[in-house]
C-alpha cells in the first residue's frame, strides 16, 4: 500500500532484545534468504497488544489476538499477516540454542496461548517485569532465567510431558 502507519524498534529488556512491531501492512514474509541475513538464532516470542495477526509457519496458520502468545522459530520462513489494519506486537528475542538444548522438553513452536491461558499471562507478566528493571539490577538474571524456563514450559510438546516421571 502507498501509506504506512507503524513503528518498530528495539530496546534491551534484561539481557534480552524485544522487538516493538506495530502496522498497517498487508503482509510480512521472511524468506530463506532474509534469515541467511540475520546475525542470530531465536525463538520469538509473540504477545499481541492490539489488532489481530495472523501466523504461518511449519504448515501451521493461526490468528493472534491481544494478549495472545506465540512463539516463532527464527531459523524458519514465515508470513505474518495484517490485512492492512493496524495491529500492535512485541517480538521478545529468546536465544533458540539455549531454549531447545537446556531441556529435555521439544518444544511447539508455531503454537498460539490464548490470553487467558495462565502461562500467557504470565509470559507477558515476565516481560513487562523485565523491561521495568534496570539491567544493573541483581534480579535481572533470574529474571530472564525465569522467562527461558516459563517459556520452555508454555510451549513443551504434550508428548514429552507424558514421558516424564509421575509422583505417585
Do not use: W
Not at 528495539?10 to 516493538?20: L, Q, R, T
Not at 524468506?31 to 495472523?54: S, V, Y
Amino acid at each position: 500500500q502507498s501509506t504506512v502507519t507503524g513503528y518498530v524498534g528495539v530496546m534491551a529488556a534484561g539481557g534480552v532484545d524485544v522487538a516493538h512491531i506495530a502496522n498497517n501492512l498487508g503482509e510480512v514474509r521472511r524468506e530463506a534468504q532474509d534469515i541467511r541475513r540475520d546475525f542470530g538464532e531465536n525463538l520469538f516470542l509473540l504477545i499481541q497488544l492490539e489488532g489481530t495477526c495472523g501466523i504461518e509457519q511449519k504448515d501451521r496458520r493461526d490468528i493472534i489476538t491481544p494478549g495472545d502468545c506465540v512463539s516463532i522459530d527464527s531459523t524458519r520462513p514465515s508470513v505474518f499477516h495484517f490485512g492492512g489494519n493496524y495491529s500492535n506486537h512485541i517480538s521478545v528475542h529468546l536465544p533458540r540454542q539455549l531454549l531447545f538444548t537446556k531441556s529435555t522438553q521439544s518444544l511447539d513452536v508455531a503454537r498460539r496461548l490464548a490470553a487467558q491461558d495462565p502461562m500467557s499471562v504470565m509470559l507477558g507478566s515476565l516481560v513487562a517485569k523485565l523491561v521495568e528493571v534496570e539491567p544493573q539490577d541483581k534480579r535481572t538474571p533470574h529474571l530472564q532465567q525465569l522467562l527461558f524456563d516459563a517459556t520452555r514450559q508454555a510451549f513443551a510438546t504434550q508428548e514429552e510431558i507424558d514421558v516424564l516421571p509421575r509422583s505417585e
